[in-house]
Structures are given as C-alpha cells and as structure tokens.
C-alpha cells in the first residue's frame, strides 16, 4: 500500500497549528505499520536551514496554472524514517510565514497540481493520495477532471480530509479558468453560492472524506457547524466518515519530557507537586501544595469559549480557592481581560500572553485541572496532552472533546464534560471538580486513569489504514 499525504505544513519542516502536527505524525505512525506512507509539502523559505541542507534535488519540470506554465522543482526529504517531498517555486514559496497571501488561491492551486505532475518524475505511483484542508483541495477535483485517465494516473484514489470546516477556500468565479485553470463548461464540480469553493469541490470529487473525530462528522451536518458546507456534505453523506486524530505519545510523555521540572509516570505521579510547586514560583502565585490549579492552554478567541470565561470568573475566584495558569494569545478583548483579572487576583491568576511550547508543557505537567470549554472544536489536541500529564480535563461535549473526555460522574470517566454552551453550566462542572480535588484518594485514581487513556496515533493509524485497504479493493 503506497499512501501519498498531502498537507501544506508538516512537522518539522513549517507549522502553524494542528495540521502540521497531524502531517508530521500520522504517515510515521502509518510507516510503522508498514504502510509506505510519503509527503508532499511546499519547500518554503522559512524551513530551518538545517532541515533545508538535508534535502537533496530530484527533479524539475513545468506545472500548469490555467493558461501559463510555472517551474516547480522536487528535493526529496528524510525525518523519522519517513520520505518528504518538497515543492519548490521562489515566487509562490519564498516569503515570510505560510498562509494569508493575495495570491493564495493561485498558491495552492499551482501546488495541488505540481502533487499530481509529480508522479511522472519520482517513479512511485501511490495506491491514494491524502489531501487535508482547503490548500488541497483541489487536487482530487484535478485528478477527477484532468488526470484520472491519462497514462500512469490509473487507478488511484482520493481521500480529502477537513480538518477545520470554518477554512474552505472561498474565491469569486473569476478565477475559475485564469487561475483555476478549470474550464467553465466543469465549473458545477467547485461553483457553490455563486463564488467557487476548493473544499467543495474536494467533497464532490475525492472518493472518501474524512474528519478528525467521529462527533465532527456529524456536526457538520448541522448548518451551526458547517459554515454553509451542510447542504453538500448531506448530499455526500454516504462518503463521510470521522477518525480521531491522535498526539505524539513520545514526544508528549511525562516520564522522559526534559522541559518539565520533574518527571512522573501513571504508576507514580508524585513528581507532579514538584511541578506544581515550581510553577507557582515561577509565576509568582503562593506556593500553596493543597489548592487546586487550572491550566488554561489556548488561542484567546471567542470560539475558544472564552466569552463564557469572561462571564463567569469573577464570580469563580471571588468565591472559590484555586489558582489558574493562562498561556495564549488572540483577541484585544480576551488578553485585556486577563490582564485585568491577574491585577485584581494577583494571588490567583498566573499570566503569560503568547505561546511559549515549554511554558505549556510545564503548566500541562504542574495543573490538577485543565479548561477547554470550547464552542466547536473539530479534534482538538489540548484535552489529549492533558490526560496524558494528569491533567483533569474539564469540557464541553462537542467534536474531538466528546469522542475524547468522559463525565466521571459514574466512576468511570476521565474528566467532567458539561453540554449546553452556557457560561454557568461551565462554572457547574468546574465546581465539580474543584469538589472531587478534595476527594485526594478518589482524585488520585481519577488521575492515574487519565494518564492510562490511548490516545495515540498508532490507534488512529489503524482506522485509516482500514479505509485505504477498503479503497485498495474496490480497485481490484
């Protein structure tokens, strides 16, 4: 089984979220499962030079994008046992960063194809090729148009995963044939209220769609999840299907995590007092062995669920003993908030704004309680390092938060879920935990239960591997 993922991030190379975790994650965890699973991303210039003198040039040749033809050359990739494709193009990839360009339609479209023109020059053709989000996208519409009965293009399939349905690849029609390069009399396949749509297009035309966890793909049949995608995904639905996306059980492990102040495992955990010590130093909070702490890991933005923060936290600290480690960045509404509520309970609120990734580690390894209230959230990977660190997540039941954390209020959960978005059924849950922390021996099975949950890619890989077998047979 030959697997070609493609992915516009991927880690180590250039990331900007989940996406890139996932890309540099799964095909390892597919390659140990002896699937020969490669990636194909764009050779940015801002990948780390030391990664950059690694790759060595393939090949070059020429990429249609609609009437022009542009350069794109290949150089070829090792990390983690796993073989990387880099695109390369100055003009499309030279610049600072990954996304966020004028030209991004036209970006991605001369990358979606340059996956496809690829496999002329590399001698390996894939049994499938694995596109993920909107920068994709088109590549299974291109395959599905273009390719699919050309010579050496035989036979093979397409799986389109969303990872966040809110990004869709949204662009006027005008650039259907000049940048596009799709010709009008096929614009129905990505036409989608009046504008062309990329994922739309990808779930017209890829043989399997895909989202990060098994709640998601239900969500997004909903039109308050689907963000206007909810009428194609229901005609579609007979393609749709949710695998959960997994962490980095290596990399995320409390018992060998050097950037933590001491390490710990699910047989003894002792070691997360010395952590919580430390970072109540750190942050200039009392050294308080006995008061719970919540961490709280996030982009600072609505969708977060911090307007239900926001309404409810004052009225939290007042009453309640606890303290709360906050790490993040976002919007001026939500970071002034903190600033705010860190001068009036500067014994209760430790603050740094931006993203720090081993100041997260630390407050995943030195928190009893961690809070993700999310309004949506697609898999979400937060609530996973939580659990592995001991860290009792507290959600709401939406997405990969639902497939992931369970009610413990029957003794058998791993953290406490509350449903409605609702700013005090949030507050509810978080006083039932702050009960339960009392409990210390009921607390303490709790914790070490959490730390033993499977969250790991090796579970995930082998859903996927079962769809691509299935895709394998119906070429047969």
Excluded at 33 to 51: A, H, N, Q, T, W
Excluded at 294 to 319: M, P, Q, T, W, Y
Excluded at 379 to 407: H, N, W
Aim: hydrophobic share 40%; charged share 25%.
């Amino acid at each position: 089984m030959k697997v070609l993922f493609a992915s516009s991030e991927a880690v180590p190379f250039m990331a900007s979220g989940g996406l890139g975790d996932v890309a540099g994650a799964l095909p390892k965890a597919l390659r140990r499962r002896l699937i020969g699973c490669r990636v194909v991303m764009p050779f940015y210039s801002g990948i780390k030079d030391e990664l950059k003198e690694n790759a060595t040039f393939l090949t070059s040749f020429s990429v249609p994008v609609a009437w022009r033809r542009q350069y794109c050359g290949v150089f070829e990739a090792k990390h983690n046992g796993v073989i990387y494709y880099l695109i390369d193009n100055q003009y499309y990839f030279k610049r600072d960063g990954i996304y966020g360009y004028y030209d991004d339609a036209e970006r991605f479209a001369f990358f979606a194809r340059a996956v496809l023109e690829m496999i002329q020059y590399i001698d390996w053709k894939p049994d499938v090729i694995h596109c993920n989000d909107w920068q994709t996208a088109l590549t299974p519409v291109y395959y599905s148009k273009l390719y699919a009965q050309a010579p050496g293009y035989e036979n093979i399939k397409t799986v389109f995963t969303i990872h966040n349905i809110q990004y869709q690849g949204v662009y006027g029609i005008e650039i259907l044939e000049d940048v596009v390069g799709i010709p009008y009399d096929m614009k129905a396949v990505l036409e989608y209220d009046n504008d062309i749509n990329f994922v739309k297009g990808a779930i017209e035309c890829a043989n399997v769609v895909t989202t990060v966890s098994p709640t998601y793909a239900n969500e997004i049949l909903d039109p308050w999840y689907s963000h206007g995608l909810d009428t194609i995904l229901k005609q579609r639905s007979w393609k749709l299907r949710g695998i959960l996306n997994g962490i980095d059980t290596v990399s995320y492990d409390p018992e060998t995590d050097k950037d933590i102040f001491a390490n710990y495992n699910s047989s003894d955990f002792s070691n997360k007092a010395v952590n919580k010590a430390e970072l109540q130093k750190m942050f200039g909070l009392p050294v308080k062995a006995d008061v719970p702490t919540v961490g709280i890991v996030s982009r600072l933005v609505a969708h977060k669920g911090f307007d239900l923060i926001k309404a409810v936290f004052d009225e939290l600290l007042s009453n309640d003993d606890l303290q709360v480690f906050v790490l993040g960045s976002g919007e001026w509404q939500y970071e002034s908030y903190f600033k705010e509520l860190k001068e009036r309970f500067p014994d209760k609120i430790g603050l740094r704004l931006g993203f720090v990734p081993d100041l997260a580690r630390k407050i995943y390894a030195a928190s009893d309680i961690f809070l993700m209230p999310s309004k949506s959230e697609p898999c979400g990977l937060s609530q996973m390092v939580a659990l592995r660190y001991g860290a009792i997540p507290i959600v709401r039941e939406t997405g990969g938060l639902k497939d992931t954390v369970f009610d413990s209020g029957d003794n058998m959960g791993n953290g406490f879920t509350f449903c409605t978005y609702n700013a005090h059924d949030m507050l509810h849950a978080i006083r039932r935990a702050l009960e339960g922390y009392k409990d210390k021996e009921g607390w303490n099975i709790l914790v070490k239960r959490a730390m033993e949950c499977d969250n790991s890619w090796a579970k995930s890989a082998g859903e996927y591997i079962k769809m691509y077998n299935e895709l394998k047979r119906e070429q047969a």
